[in-house]
């Protein structure tokens, strides 16, 4: 059974880099008919995406967070992470990695709460 799990600091300050890992099992990270993705859900708001990742290393970030995103890929640990520089409290968020197969979000982690406080 194939599973995601997010890990990461919970809270943050401001002008602070957040850096998530997510840990994949049960499938190969490196296989070509999937793409590792990242979203968030701010609190009493929709569902955010924010990119993805190939296993060749190609990358797609949103428009609205290129500026501050960075994915990446470890093949050796078969888990990929995001990074968001200078956030702010309007990056708070649940924060989830999702597996994308067949056209599909078709896993997803349990999500990860992420808070960013002075």
């Known amino acids: 059974q194939v599973q995601l799990q997010e890990s990461g600091p919970g809270l943050l300050k401001p002008s602070q880099t957040l850096s998530l890992t997510c840990i994949v099992s049960g499938a190969s990270i490196t296989d070509p008919n999937y793409y590792w993705n990242w979203f968030r859900q701010p609190p009493g708001q929709g569902l955010e995406y924010i990119g993805y990742?190939?296993?060749?290393?190609?990358?797609f970030y949103s428009p609205v967070l290129k500026s501050r995103t960075s994915i990446s890929i470890d093949t050796s640990n078969n888990r990929f992470s995001l990074q968001l520089s200078s956030v702010t409290p309007e990056d708070t968020a649940v924060y989830y990695c999702?597996?994308?197969?067949?056209?599909?979000?078709?896993?997803w982690g349990q999500g990860t709460q992420v808070t960013v406080s002075s």
């Open positions: 990742i190939t296993p060749f290393g190609s990358t």
């Open positions: 999702v597996k994308m197969g067949n056209l599909c979000f078709e896993r």
